[in-house]
């Protein structure tokens, strides 16, 4: 799929375009969202691996054209560096456009941030500090047992926002999923994060004097970062995607702060475009299996893609289908009706 209109960067296929290097094409943000954030650090490796277990394998013939409003606010969300909230029922694609957009621009790895009505700003969002892990290394240290010295930074995790505002060269991808089942605290504390770009990790800046540079972990596997006098800034603002299925409402200075989008339901070009993503040995069967799914999902007020998409594999992996008594009541089994109402 070519640009639609010259600042799209981002075009709507899912799929790598090599034509396009956000380093050049990304225009300079607006003067209110110019962060300063470094030495800037490169995108890690990976992702890809994720990314198929997502939206599907790459390749030119799986993609299909995004709605058009879709990809204007994508557009807009990124030469604005501000965030996407999402909204749809469960299924409609919200946590699989941050992965397109991370594959089709060559983003790296996306972070993820599962919200729960338990979920705090800091210690599951921005860092965790183990103090209690701290003490016991002291102490193994200090009774002979540890030889090697404990550093602070090992007991530092940067969480999924965290990560993302470190001074990357580009912007990471970042999902926020169902920020609507969390505390009614969480967008109000989110207020600062989203409109500075940065925070503090005190526990960093109290021994800032002493230690002015610590290298703590990061929510990449394996990842790492090297913090300055305890305060973590960003230098490209992440493309932050939070999701919601409308469970209530946020405040207006939460919206004030993000863009809106809400997802349609998936039309039946899309939907085959999607199977086609995961099974590429999928039988031309699956063409009237996706009609029979979008009637059914009519009818019970929106069904979700995973539900399609384990019929698919049933269907293509296993005998049942000869047994035309036996696999209807197993698909009507799988395509049973969801508790909220509209697709995933």
């Given at each position: 799929?070519?640009?639609?209109?010259?600042?799209?960067?981002?075009?709507?296929?899912?799929?790598?375009?090599?034509?396009?290097?956000?380093?050049?094409?990304?225009?300079?943000?607006?003067?209110?969202?110019?962060?300063?954030?470094?030495?800037?650090?490169?995108?890690?490796?990976?992702?890809?691996?994720?990314?198929?277990?997502?939206?599907?394998?790459?390749?030119?013939?799986?993609?299909?054209?995004?709605?058009?409003?879709?990809i204007d606010m994508v557009n807009a969300a990124l030469l604005l560096r501000r965030p996407l909230l999402v909204t749809g029922g469960p299924g409609t694609g919200k946590t699989s456009l941050a992965f397109r957009v991370a594959?089709?621009?060559?983003?790296?790895?996306?972070?993820?941030?599962?919200?729960?009505?338990?979920?705090?700003?800091?210690?599951?969002?921005?860092?965790?500090?183990?103090?209690?892990?701290?003490?016991?290394?002291?102490?193994?240290?200090?009774?002979?047992?540890?030889?090697?010295?404990?550093?602070?930074?090992?007991?530092?995790?940067?969480?999924?926002?965290?990560?993302?505002?470190?001074?990357?060269?580009?912007?990471?991808?970042?999902?926020?999923?169902?920020?609507?089942?969390?505390?009614?605290?969480?967008?109000?504390?989110?207020?600062?994060?989203?409109?500075?770009?940065?925070?503090?990790?005190?526990?960093?800046?109290?021994?800032?004097?002493?230690?002015?540079?610590?290298?703590?972990?990061?929510?990449?596997?394996?990842?790492?970062?090297?913090?300055?006098?305890?305060?973590?800034?960003?230098?490209?603002?992440?493309?932050?995607?939070?999701?919601?299925?409308?469970?209530?409402?946020?405040?207006?200075?939460?919206?004030?702060?993000?863009?809106?989008?809400?997802?349609?339901?998936?039309?039946?070009?899309?939907?085959?475009?999607?199977?086609?993503?995961?099974?590429?040995?999928?039988?031309?069967?699956?063409?009237?299996?996706?009609?029979?799914?979008?009637?059914?999902?009519?009818?019970?007020?929106?069904?979700?893609?995973?539900?399609?998409?384990?019929?698919?594999?049933?269907?293509?992996?296993?005998?049942?289908?000869?047994?035309?008594?036996?696999?209807?009541?197993?698909?009507?089994?799988?395509?049973?009706?969801?508790?909220?109402?509209?697709?995933?």
């Open positions: 799929m070519t640009r639609t209109d010259d600042w799209h960067i981002y075009t709507g296929t899912g799929q790598p375009a090599a034509e396009v290097d956000l380093r050049t094409d990304l225009p300079e943000p607006p003067p209110w969202r110019v962060f300063r954030g470094g030495p800037a650090l490169p995108l890690p490796p990976g992702g890809e691996h994720e990314n198929t277990r997502r939206i599907g394998a790459p390749g030119a013939d799986t993609s299909y054209p995004a709605d058009r409003h879709e594959r089709e621009l060559s983003l790296g790895p996306v972070l993820t941030w599962p919200v729960t009505s338990s979920t705090k700003l800091r210690q599951d969002g921005l860092y965790e500090y183990d103090a209690i892990g701290r003490v016991h290394a002291s102490s193994a240290r200090a009774s002979g047992v540890l030889d090697e010295p404990t550093d602070i930074g090992d007991f530092i995790h940067l969480g999924p926002l965290g990560t993302a505002l470190l001074p990357y060269e580009l912007p990471r991808v970042l999902v926020v999923d169902e920020v609507d089942k969390a505390d009614l605290s969480l967008p109000h504390d989110l207020l600062a994060v989203l409109e500075d770009g940065e925070f503090l990790i005190r526990e960093l800046a109290r021994v800032a004097r002493r230690t002015p540079k610590v290298v703590v972990h990061t929510a990449d596997p394996g990842g790492s970062a090297e913090i300055t006098e305890g305060r973590v800034v960003c230098r490209a603002f992440p493309f932050i995607v939070f999701t919601s299925n409308r469970e209530r409402e946020f405040p207006p200075a939460f919206l004030r702060r993000t863009l809106q989008l809400e997802m349609q339901p998936p039309n039946e070009e899309q939907l085959a475009s999607m199977v086609a993503a995961h099974f590429r040995d999928a039988s031309g069967g699956s063409a009237e299996l996706i009609r029979k799914f979008l009637r059914r999902s009519e009818s019970e007020g929106g069904l979700a893609i995973d539900q399609l998409l384990n019929t698919i594999q049933l269907a293509s992996s296993s005998g049942l289908t000869s047994d035309r008594v036996a696999w209807e009541r197993l698909r009507d089994a799988l395509w049973h009706r969801l508790s909220t109402t509209g697709f995933e």
